[in-house]
C-alpha cells in the first residue's frame, strides 16, 4: 500500500487513508472517475502498463483511481497489507473460492452461514466437484478433526447470521497455521473498530460493504482484505476475469463518502443495541435474545475480548409461543406487521432500523425442519438497530408487543 498508517488512530484512517487532494484540481472530496478506459501516452507506455512493469491504469475491470482509494482505506483499517474491492458481498466470497479452490479440494465450513454464503457452499461447491465439510466452528476439536490432506480453506463469519454466535478467531487462525491452510472470516457484522480478525492470525477478511462499511442502505459491494499475494490473486484471477464482479466507480465514491463517519456512526448502533437487548431480554414475551453483549450470550466472554467490548448494531430476538393463544409464528409476523418506526426490510447497517420475520420472509420457502436445524425457528425475529433515538424505537416495541 502507498502509506503505512500503523501509527494513525484508527478516526485519522477513516478520514485520510487513500484520500488526498486530487493533484489536478485540488478537490477534497475524491473525484468519481467514471470512465470504462484510460488513454495512454504512447504505444509503450500502454505495453508497460499492461504488463504491471509500471503503475497505472488501463481498463476500469482492472482498477480505477476511485476504487483504489477505497481499496487503500479498506486495507488500512483492517490492518491488512492491500485489499480488492468488488461489485457485491457475494461477489467477494466467490472470488476468494475462486482463486483458491479447484475440482477435488475440501472446505471446512462453520455450520451458521448467511443464507447466499450458504447456497454457494451447499450447492455451487458440489457442482464444482468440490467438497464441504460443515462444523459447529465453536468446536475446535471438531473443527480440526474435519480437516483433511485436500483442505485447502476453513470459512466462517462472527457473530454469525442470524444467531450471532461468537467463535474464537485466534484459536481457528491458530488451527490453519498448524495445518497450512488459509483462514477466511466475514467480517461484515463486526467491522472495524469492533473486530480486526487479521490481528487475530486469520488470513483473509471479507466484507459485505454495503452493510456498516457504506451504512446508508443505497450501494451493493464487497471487499477482501489480506496478504498483497493472495489479494493480487484474488484481483487477477477472479475478480477481473471468471467473475468479473468490479464495482463501479460511482458506488466506490459512495463508500469512500459513507466510510467517514463509520466510527461515529457504529458507536450509536452498538449503544441503542445494548439498550433494545437488555430491554428485549426483560420483556415476558421473549424466550431469548441473541446478543453478543448480554452477560446471558454464551460467547459473551469472547466477545468482550474480540469484539473490543462494543458487540455491534444486530441481533436476533426469539418469541414465546403461545402469547395469548397465539404460535411463535403468528405472535412474529403480528409483532414485526404492528410496528410504526421500525421498518421490515432485510440487510443491515443502515441509519434506519430494520427488522424482519425469517421464518414468513427470507426463509419461508425452507422445508420447517431444515431452517430450524439453521436456529431459525417459528420465533425468531433478526432485527438491525439503527441510529436513531433508542427510546423511540423502544416505545415502538411497546406498543407492538401491546398489540399481541
Given at each position: 500500500?502507498?502509506?503505512?498508517?500503523?501509527?494513525?488512530?484508527?478516526?485519522?484512517?477513516?478520514?485520510?487513508?487513500?484520500?488526498?487532494?486530487?493533484?489536478?484540481?485540488?478537490?477534497?472530496?475524491?473525484?468519481?472517475?467514471?470512465?470504462?478506459?484510460?488513454?495512454?501516452?504512447?504505444?509503450?507506455?500502454?505495453?508497460?502498463?499492461?504488463?504491471?512493469?509500471k503503475p497505472g491504469y488501463v481498463y476500469t475491470r482492472a482498477?480505477?483511481?476511485?476504487?483504489?482509494?477505497?481499496?487503500?482505506?479498506?486495507?488500512?483499517?483492517?490492518?491488512?497489507?492491500?485489499?480488492?474491492?468488488?461489485s457485491s458481498g457475494i461477489g467477494a466470497i466467490g472470488a476468494i473460492l475462486v482463486a483458491f479452490l479447484k475440482?477435488?479440494?475440501?472446505?471446512?465450513?462453520?455450520?451458521?452461514?448467511?443464507?447466499?454464503?450458504?447456497?454457494?457452499?451447499?450447492?455451487?461447491?458440489?457442482?464444482?466437484g468440490i467438497e464441504v465439510t460443515f462444523v459447529d466452528a465453536c468446536?475446535?476439536?471438531?473443527?480440526?478433526?474435519?480437516?483433511?490432506?485436500?483442505?485447502?480453506?476453513?470459512?466462517?463469519?462472527?457473530?454469525?447470521?442470524?444467531?450471532?454466535?461468537?467463535?474464537?478467531?485466534?484459536?481457528?487462525?491458530?488451527?490453519?497455521?498448524?495445518?497450512?491452510?488459509?483462514t477466511v472470516v466475514d467480517n461484515t457484522f463486526a467491522p472495524p473498530p469492533i473486530q480486526f480478525p487479521l490481528s487475530h492470525g486469520i488470513d483473509l477478511v471479507v466484507h459485505s460493504v454495503t452493510k456498516y462499511l457504506n451504512g446508508h442502505g443505497d450501494v451493493i459491494g464487497?471487499?477482501?482484505?489480506?496478504?498483497?499475494?493472495?489479494?493480487?490473486?484474488?484481483?487477477?484471477?477472479?475478480?477481473?476475469?471468471?467473475?468479473?464482479?468490479?464495482?463501479?466507480?460511482?458506488?466506490?465514491?459512495?463508500?469512500?463518502?459513507?466510510?467517514?463517519?463509520?466510527?461515529?456512526?457504529?458507536?450509536?448502533?452498538?449503544?441503542?443495541?445494548?439498550?433494545?437487548?437488555?430491554?428485549?431480554e426483560a420483556n415476558p414475551a421473549v424466550e431469548t435474545v441473541y446478543y453478543p453483549g448480554l452477560e446471558s450470550h454464551p460467547g459473551h466472554e469472547l466477545a468482550k475480548k474480540q469484539m473490543n467490548g462494543v458487540f455491534t448494531g444486530i441481533m436476533a430476538f426469539e418469541l414465546k409461543d403461545n402469547i395469548n393463544g397465539r404460535s411463535a409464528y403468528e405472535a412474529g409476523q403480528e409483532l414485526v406487521n404492528n410496528l410504526k418506526l421500525i421498518l421490515i426490510a432485510v440487510s443491515l447497517g443502515d441509519p434506519d432500523t430494520i427488522i424482519q420475520h425469517p421464518a414468513s420472509m427470507t426463509h419461508s420457502c425452507v422445508p420447517k425442519e431444515?431452517?430450524?436445524?439453521?436456529?431459525?425457528?417459528?420465533?425468531?425475529?433478526?432485527?438491525?438497530?439503527?441510529?436513531?433515538?433508542?427510546?423511540?424505537?423502544?416505545?415502538?416495541?411497546e406498543q407492538s408487543f401491546a398489540r399481541l
Open positions: 500500500m502507498e502509506t503505512n498508517w500503523s501509527n494513525a488512530h484508527f478516526d485519522t484512517m477513516l478520514i485520510h487513508a487513500g484520500q488526498a487532494p486530487d493533484p489536478v484540481s485540488g478537490a477534497l472530496t475524491t473525484p468519481i472517475y467514471q470512465t470504462s478506459t484510460f488513454c495512454f501516452d504512447s504505444v509503450q507506455d500502454g505495453s508497460d502498463k499492461f504488463c504491471a512493469a482498477g480505477n483511481p476511485t476504487t483504489r482509494a477505497l481499496e487503500t482505506k479498506l486495507a488500512a483499517i483492517e490492518g491488512g497489507e492491500d485489499c480488492v474491492v468488488t475440482t477435488g479440494d475440501h472446505i471446512v465450513c462453520d455450520d451458521t452461514l448467511y443464507g447466499g454464503t450458504s447456497f454457494v457452499m451447499h450447492t455451487n461447491l458440489s457442482q464444482l468446536d475446535l476439536s471438531a473443527l480440526e478433526a474435519a480437516i483433511t490432506p485436500k483442505t485447502k480453506l476453513i470459512y466462517m463469519e462472527t457473530p454469525t447470521n442470524p444467531t450471532m454466535k461468537i467463535i474464537d478467531l485466534e484459536a481457528v487462525a491458530a488451527i490453519g497455521k498448524k495445518h497450512s491452510i488459509r464487497g471487499a477482501i482484505i489480506g496478504k498483497a499475494a493472495d489479494i493480487s490473486l484474488i484481483s487477477s484471477s477472479a475478480v477481473q476475469k471468471l467473475c468479473g464482479c468490479t464495482p463501479s466507480p460511482f458506488n466506490s465514491y459512495l463508500v469512500l463518502r459513507g466510510m467517514k463517519t463509520l466510527s461515529l456512526r457504529l458507536k450509536k448502533h452498538c449503544e441503542n443495541a445494548m439498550e433494545i437487548a437488555r430491554y428485549l431444515e431452517r430450524e436445524a439453521l436456529g431459525i425457528t417459528d420465533g425468531l425475529i433478526r432485527l438491525s438497530v439503527g441510529i436513531e433515538n433508542a427510546a423511540d424505537l423502544i416505545a415502538d416495541f
